[in-house]
T-cell receptor, first 116, second 116 residues
């Protein structure tokens, strides 16, 4: 099983350029998440999707948009990149079912984005 | 507000010695607590979790964590450190505020360095 796959692994953008980070999971999880990781700040939630067809803002959504294309795929778009968006981006997925224990996330390997 | 604190940015331990990485939390209700590990240029890997039951939780790679409700702590421990344990460790708690999806709040991370 591949788990959670993110593409690309590395990207350099110029200020003002746009790009989409792709994420796909093959575990049939219903929830998916995008986090950014910055030194000394841990991981901060950008957007999440509880289920196919729904998306919600997290802690730091400004400058980003997301699309839950289907149950497998959850993409993150930067419409006009800024140097402050230089970060490592992680996608994660989880399974949440009523009445069942929750076991946390499965993470992708990350996308290292530099905006110059 | 719900939060997780990791008071140490870095912990240095000699190989073979016991190690402790500290974590305290603040949530309403019963906590779901996690430890994740991140090796260089990799995604986060699940180490262990506490949901309910025994206060001492055993996880991957010989790690364990002790849940202390009165001190609101969930410290990560290992009896004998290995050089290969050197990595970035994140404590995390499930966000218990109502949301359409189960979300995790991460601490800022502790870098563990094991010297030979």
């Amino acid at each position: 099983n591949a788990g959670v796959t993110q593409t690309p692994k590395f990207q350099v953008l110029k200020t003002g350029q746009s790009m989409t980070l792709q994420c796909a999971q093959d575990m049939n999880h219903n929830s998916m998440y995008w986090y950014r990781q910055d030194p000394g700040m841990g991981l901060r939630l950008i957007y999440y999707s509880a289920s196919e067809g729904t998306t919600d803002k997290g802690e730091v959504p400004n400058g980003y948009n997301v699309s839950r294309l289907n149950k497998r795929e959850f993409s993150l778009r930067l419409e006009s990149a800024a140097p402050s968006q230089t970060s490592v981006y992680f996608c994660a997925s989880s399974e949440s079912r009523q009445g069942s224990p929750w076991y946390g996330y499965t993470f992708g390997s990350g996308t290292r984005l530099t905006v110059v | 507000a719900q939060s997780v604190a990791q008071p140490e940015d870095q912990v240095n331990v000699a190989e073979g010695n016991p190690l402790t990485v500290k974590c305290t939390y603040s949530v309403s209700g019963n906590p779901y607590l996690f430890w994740y590990v991140q090796y260089p240029n990799r995604g986060l890997q699940f180490l262990l979790k506490y949901i309910t039951g025994d206060n001492l939780v055993k996880g991957s790679y010989g790690f364990e964590a002790e849940f202390n409700k009165s001190q609101t702590s969930f410290h990560l421990k290992k009896p004998s450190a290995l050089v290969s344990d050197s990595a970035l460790y994140f404590c995390a708690v499930r966000d218990t505020e109502y949301s359409s999806a189960s979300k995790i709040i991460f601490g800022s991370g502790t870098r563990l360095s094991i010297r030979p």
